[in-house]
Nanobody
Framework: QVQLVESGGGLVQAGGSLRLSCAAS????????MGWFRQAPGKEREFVAA????????YYADSVKGRFTISRDNAKNTVYLQMNSLKPEDTAVYYC???????????????????WGQGTQVTVSS
């Protein structure tokens, strides 16, 4: 099974940047499409960004387009989420997820993902 661990979260001021990392213990991560989701207090978990296994296709939620960038380094079994121009509304626990069944496709729905990390907290102050 794919084990995912997020890191890089923290407390930043509005307008600042953070880079989240999602590391896998197995090299099979290179064969999975990956997604980032987030869940703010009192809200449902929502899609943020996704990338196909080869990194050739990415997709973003409208709320983060132009500010966030998803990327991956399969050799390091790691997926990244670069977050710029952060807003207080970005405050949430951020989760990475792996989709091995449709690794060449972009999926935005939670049930499409087979494996999830424990999440990393991102807090943006105004």
């Amino acid at each position: 099974q794919v084990q995912l661990v997020e890191s890089g979260g923290g407390l930043v001021q509005a307008g600042g940047s953070l880079r989240l990392s999602c590391a896998a213990s197995e090299r099979t991560l290179a064969t999975y499409a990956m997604g980032w989701f987030r869940q703010a207090p009192g809200k449902e978990r929502e899609f943020v960004a996704a990338i196909t296994w080869g990194g050739s296709t990415t997709y973003y939620a409208d709320s983060v387009k132009g500010r966030f960038t998803i990327s991956r380094d399969n050799a390091k079994n790691t997926v990244y989420l670069q977050m710029n121009s952060l807003k207080p509304e970005d405050t949430a626990v951020y989760y990475c997820a792996a989709n091995g069944a449709q690794r060449s496709k972009i999926r935005v729905e939670i049930p499409a993902y087979d494996y999830w990390g424990q999440g990393t907290q991102v807090t943006v102050s105004s």
